[in-house]
């Protein structure tokens, strides 16, 4: 003999079900956001605006903090040992890695727009900023 169920009325079933239904759609995990890559972060960055000493300056900049991020990259806290047996970077050295493509992108950016400046200075006949320009280029490629 089977035990007799308690009276439910329909109503309360059905919110029942409506309440597991919205807690298991709200349980879903969200995707993790896509992080951008070091080249559109670096073109995002307006270098037209820059003066040459501007671009000069954050050239070396950003030439100091990648040689940083070479060096956080070699760094036993920034690498990990895979089950084969190889090493790879883990999350900090994923960051040194990707901290290091937005250094070098901008100084090749830096470049080029030194390269334009003196460019456009050779064009105008302005022998001052095009010294300038040839002079901070010479020194940084």
Known sequence: MKPARPF???GLRQRAA???????????????PTMPTPGAVAAAVELDALSVPELVTLHDTASVLAEVCVAMTCRPCSI???PDGTEVP???GRL????LGLCTA??????DRLGDVAEAARRDGAAEL????????????
């Open 90 to 92: 883990n999350a900090s």
């Open 8 to 10: 439910q009325p329909a």
């Open 106 to 111: 901008l100084m090749d950016r830096c470049v």
């Open 130 to 141: 095009l010294a300038t320009a040839a002079e901070a280029l010479r020194t940084r490629l």
């Open 96 to 99: 040194a890695h990707w901290q």
């Open 80 to 82: 990990e040992t895979a």
């Open 18 to 32: 409506a309440l597991r239904h919205n807690v298991t759609r709200r349980v879903k995990p969200k995707p993790a």
